[in-house]
């Protein structure tokens, strides 16, 4: 599926390589040129993923991904660091750091792109195409479907990005909050009541399957996808 990736390069030649393979592959690709310009982007709007390079004028590569890891609401997004640096000891510094991936220059396209789905599948599996399935409900993020068996469901956006999240971080409670970064985006400022009116739509497409019963309300919390009664 499309990511939203903050690319942090700044060499204008690698920068535009990047940029134009990824939004080639239909990836939404955000520039920066410095770990500055970078923050700001992030203060906006979250990214799914950050690609950074370690050498950068100003704050380094390193810093930067120090900062992402000591914020809480930055935390969890994957970064992959990308550097002219292949010493072991550099790549053991980036990875604890917090980097998810290192990857040294110079390096193919499909390599990139390979190394961005195995991070997005560990790290956010709602973003990737993988077809997902629980208890006989499927869902196929790459033609946009989802099956109770053989019977097709039919579900609204809103609904379906939804239903991935859950069915890709099953058996974990989320809060209203939660859900609306994930499923929203945290850059959306909406009521969280937004989130019970979507649960209610969902858990009526499901219903007819019996599936409804996957979508379990956390009292006092929020909600939780589970398998288990």
Known sequence: MPANILLVEDEPAIQ?????????????????????????????????????????????GIEFAKKLRADERTRAVPIIMLTARSDEQDKI???????????????????????????LRRRAPQMTD?????RGLKLDPGTHRVYAGDQ????GPTEFRLLHFFMTHPERVHSRAQLLDQVWGDHVFVEERTVDVHIRRLR??????????????????????????
Not at 130 to 134: K, L, Q, S
Not at 204 to 229: I, K, N
């Open 16 to 60: 535009e390589l990047i940029a134009f393979n990824l939004n080639q592959s239909g990836h939404h690709v955000l520039r920066a040129a410095s770990a500055e310009a970078a923050m700001t982007l992030v203060k906006n709007a979250l990214p799914d993923l950050v690609l950074l390079d370690w050498m950068l004028p100003g704050q380094s």
């Open 204 to 229: 009526s497409a499901l219903e007819g399957s019996g599936h409804d019963s996957l979508v379990q309300t956390v009292r006092g919390t929020g909600y939780r996808f589970s398998a288990q009664a």
């Open 93 to 119: 510094t980036g990875l604890e750091t917090g980097a998810d991936d290192y990857i040294t220059k110079p390096f193919s396209p499909r390599e990139l792109q390979a190394r961005i789905k195995a991070v």
């Open 130 to 134: 993988d077809a997902v399935e629980v």
């Open 152 to 155: 097709p469901l039919d579900l």
